[in-house]
């Protein structure tokens, strides 16, 4: 018996609802946070071990690399933090319908857009 399946599947033509997305970024910012917290922990330790390695902190957090780390740690936990709120609200019985879980994912993901690029000024 033949299966009629896929045999390719082509991802660009996937359309994926808001909520998919804004449940598939809050899955990747809980990632990303922990990835951050890596270089969070080495520059707390290095900048406790002596001067010089403060200094060098606190140069490398002044710089373009430090300050794309800053902006996107803080990015990853602005929307963390409003996906998990979202997710919460759908737990206590809210949004569950499908237009306003879309309608939820959506401002959840505009205020993200936001709120970074607010935090992005306010670190550069």
Partial sequence: ???QRPVNLQLNTISFPPSAISSILHRITGVAMFFALIFV???????????QGYAMVVECMNGVLGKVIAIGTASAFIYHLLGGVRHLVMDMGHWEELQSGDLSAKVVIALWIVLTIVVGVILI
Avoid: E, G, P, Q
């Fill in 1 to 3: 018996m033949k299966k």
């Fill in 41 to 51: 922990i080495w520059a707390w330790a290095v900048s406790v071990s002596s001067a």
